[in-house]
């Protein structure tokens, strides 16, 4: 049977992973979120990541999604409304302030 989504789920009662059931990128096309295998021109890049933040910025899981990435050092895409430049120096800050 399937579940059905809720647009404020409830993230106390939600496992490890069911936020990914919430998430708002799993209607959009991955390779919004991830680079491609080649080279990709900086405008591309930019214009790759502007359009997954849009869509993180109205994503009602993005701040599980990014602890997700962090805890588990996703090293590739934006998550969390985060590319992986972002989440590296979001790490050393925390590191730095410990």
Do not use: I, N
């Amino acid at each position: 049977m399937a579940r059905s989504r809720s647009p404020q789920p409830d993230l106390a009662q939600a496992t490890e992973r069911d936020w990914q059931d919430y998430a708002a990128c799993r209607e959009v096309d991955a390779d919004v979120f991830f680079p491609p295998v080649d080279v990709e021109p900086t405008a591309d890049r930019l214009a790759r990541e502007a359009a997954a933040k849009e869509v993180c910025a109205g994503c009602p899981v993005r701040l599980e999604c990014l602890h997700w990435a962090l805890s588990v050092g996703e090293p590739h895409g934006v998550w969390g409304g985060h590319t992986e430049s972002e989440r590296r120096q979001l790490v050393l800050q925390r590191r730095t302030a410990s």
